[in-house]
């Protein structure tokens, strides 16, 4: 029977990462996923994500921003990989907004008091300093933009394969293509249990998002949320195309209800760009996700979110990919033991919007594993913010 002093149980954003660190302590170190990342069966992939420093879902996530952009850049100083865009970031919402929507309440004031407490370069602008400067926005009269020109995209299968790629050198073993089919923990050992053998190590870390639920047991199974998420890419204008290159990323809450948000990105191709919207659906098997986009979905996308909010943009779809959110009660992380199992650490899930932080979550994830001190505190992730029983307790 093999044993490790670690195991990693999925490896996409913050698995990835959280493989890497555990590698550089010296233990011995073994990653599970099953499939073969980079890969797009789960929520880390679709070319890109959003990153800034500035976060209006809590400032508790602002130190965990803050790290994972050093982390960027050391990454691609020792591999060589293009993963970190500065091409800016801008929310457009309407000042004193408070329609409830999943982490996303008050968006815009909560991003520029998170830039004036850590004081993060940013720049408040009208609607029409935002037309002048990015002419293809047109935002009403009434909304403002938060701007941060720190912010920008990361390439999200090249951060994973980076990560991975780092954890390699540093002697660590990776297992792909690899169902854990059960996760058994004593005093003395976690056992992981896959179609051909059981896999002993001293700590697990679970980070296998939409499938965590299943593997975790109660009360993740009623804590945690996986949901169908839709990306689409629209077809620019020719005579609008180097605009739109020139663009930053952007988030766009608006309307009276919670599906009124979206998000969107430059032209990469330059020939088309990115943008999607959250959908807190019913829950969806990983398993058995409609990966099946239809024409109508896009045309619906484009008529609910983009239709009289750009310019040089039109409703033709040059592609589409689905992606998988799993969202907990109050749209926040969970970073904690499992209740029932001390030799089990929780690390999920995203709800869809922890890309950004993931290479200081794996950083501070190893460490809390190796028991060693890491400066960014993660109690704001635990479980006990749910109550005594999380299937049920509403968030405080």
């Known amino acids: ?16 990462a959280a493989l890497w660190h555990l590698a550089k302590s010296g233990a011995r170190v073994l990653g599970i996923d099953r499939f073969t990342p980079p890969h797009n069966q789960g929520s880390t992939h679709g070319e890109t994500r959003i990153t800034r420093r500035a976060i209006g879902e809590g400032e508790a996530l602002v130190p965990l921003a803050l790290r994972s952009h050093q982390l960027w850049a050391q990454i691609e100083a020792e591999t060589g990989a293009d993963l970190f865009h500065q091409t800016g970031s801008l929310i457009i919402g309407r000042p004193g907004d408070n329609v409830e929507r999943p982490g996303r309440t008050g968006f815009v004031d ?19 300093e935002i037309t002048a400067r990015y002419p293809n926005f047109t935002p009403q009269p009434d909304e403002i933009g938060y701007f941060e020109p720190g912010g920008g995209y990361l390439r999200v299968e090249a951060c994973v394969a980076a990560n991975l790629t780092l954890a390699q050198r540093h002697n660590a073993t990776i297992q792909l293509d690899t169902e854990v089919r059960d996760i058994a923990a004593d005093q003395t050992a976690v056992r992981i249990v896959t179609a051909d053998e059981t896999i002993l190590a001293g700590h697990v870390a679970v980070t296998a998002g939409a499938w965590a639920p299943a593997l975790l047991g109660a009360p993740f199974i009623d804590l945690l949320k996986p949901t169908r998420q839709v990306m689409h890419w629209f077809m620019i204008e020719p005579d609008a195309r180097s605009i739109w290159e020139k663009s930053p990323v952007f988030m766009w809450p608006h309307g ?4 009124g948000f979206f998000y969107g990105f430059p032209s990469i191709d330059g020939q088309s760009m990115k943008t999607a919207d959250e959908c807190y659906g019913p829950a969806s098997d990983p398993n ?26 039109t409703p033709q779809v040059a592609r589409t990919q689905t992606c998988i959110y799993t969202a907990s009660p109050d749209s926040g992380f969970i970073i904690d033991q499992h209740p029932q199992r001390d030799n089990v650490l929780v690390v999920s899930p995203c709800s869809g919007h922890g890309f950004k932080h993931s290479a200081a979550i794996g950083e501070a994830v190893a460490a809390r594993l190796l028991q060693q001190p890491h400066p960014i505190d993660l109690n704001a992730f635990s479980l006990s913010r749910f109550g005594t029983n999380p299937a049920t307790s509403p968030p405080d």
């Open 256 to 259: 009276d209800d919670e599906s």
């Open 288 to 313: 058995a996700i409609d990966r099946l986009v239809t024409p109508e979905q896009s045309s619906q996308m484009y008529q609910s979110h983009m239709a009289g909010r750009f310019a040089g943009l």
């Open 110 to 128: 909560r991003s520029i008091a998170a830039a004036r407490r850590f004081d993060i370069d940013h720049e408040i602008l009208t609607a029409d």
């Open 1 to 16: 029977m093999r044993q490790y002093d670690y195991i990693v149980v999925g490896l996409g954003a913050m698995g990835s």
